[in-house]
């Protein structure tokens, strides 16, 4: 008997995807999407959880060195007016949060689409490939508020007493932070999916030190006054928004920028790097 040869016609034998594998064995169902995601936000928790102290050590790190030179060392020296820790808490709050985000999202990710090849194994997850880049987000958002909610009370501590400083809108406080995790995560997965491994030096030295410089971090939007360019060309960095923002709710009393203008300029680069970011990711997933 000749062994059974392919039927002439007969188009490429389909291969068969992970989920429909697994949908195919006898009694499986294929898990639902929400329970993957959660899965991996669970796996990426447990790092995080392992790797504690190494995780506010990297994030935590050079805003509260700021913290201890600008906030400690040059009020008490008298090089620096004891009111300038108003304008500098919400800043370096905001550059934890925002190295937090993109670190956590950008770095992972250029090791999991260079050497490692890690992300394969959850593309291989029967859920949709942005599914796994919501996966990403997420964990880099909740990952910024762990460094925030970290930074806060012990540059609080640091400084000593802040004038004007109010916790009356804690939940303010909250919906900025989390409205700037979510916005910082995102361009963190552009980021990590746009630049090669060979290339992760200019993560730092083109992107994140001229963010944190004129991001507002360590002076007021309402201070570039006396220079018109900079104050509307610094409009155009997402660390701005989120400085003013903890600014307008930590800060009440001192100059910044209105919190709906915040708000609504956080939501747009959310969206807007969304969608960059989820057309890289889904290019480079599915190169």
Not at 224 to 253: C, F, H, Q
Request: glycine share 8%; with cysteine; aromatic share 10%.
């Amino acid at each position: 008997m000749k062994p059974a040869g392919k039927v002439p016609g007969a188009g490429p034998t389909p291969r068969p995807t992970p989920a429909a594998g697994a949908a195919s064995l006898p009694g499986a169902r294929a898990p639902r999407a929400r329970s993957v995601v959660w899965a991996f936000l669970r796996r990426d928790a447990t790092v995080v959880r392992r790797e504690l102290a190494f995780f506010l050590m990297r994030t935590a790190m050079q805003p509260l060195m700021v913290t201890v030179v600008f906030g400690f060392l040059l009020p008490r020296m008298g090089f620096v007016n004891r009111a300038y820790t108003s304008a500098l808490l919400p800043g370096v709050l905001a550059v934890s949060l925002a190295l937090a985000a993109v670190q956590s999202v950008a770095l992972p990710m250029v090791a999991d689409f260079g050497y490692t090849r890690e992300i394969e194994d959850r593309l291989l997850a029967p859920v949709p490939n942005w599914m796994v880049a919501l996966a990403k987000v997420l964990s880099g958002a909740f990952q910024a508020v762990i460094a925030a909610l970290f930074v806060l009370p012990l540059a609080r501590l640091i400084m000593g007493p802040i004038p004007d400083l109010s916790v009356a809108h804690i939940g303010w406080v909250f919906l900025v932070i989390l409205f700037g995790a979510t916005a910082f995560s995102v361009m963190g997965l552009y980021l990590g999916s746009v630049i090669e491994g060979t290339q992760i030096g200019l993560l730092f030295g083109i992107v994140v030190a001229p963010m944190i410089f004129f991001g507002c971090a360590y002076y007021p939007w309402r201070g570039l006054d006396a220079v018109p360019v900079m104050k509307y060309a610094v409009l155009l960095n997402p660390l701005t928004y989120i400085s003013e923002g903890l600014r307008a709710v930590l800060i009440p009393g001192q100059p910044h920028m209105p919190l709906p203008v915040v708000l609504g300029a956080l939501a747009l680069l959310t969206v807007l790097f969304w969608r960059l970011g989820l057309r890289s990711f889904m290019k480079r997933a599915l190169g």
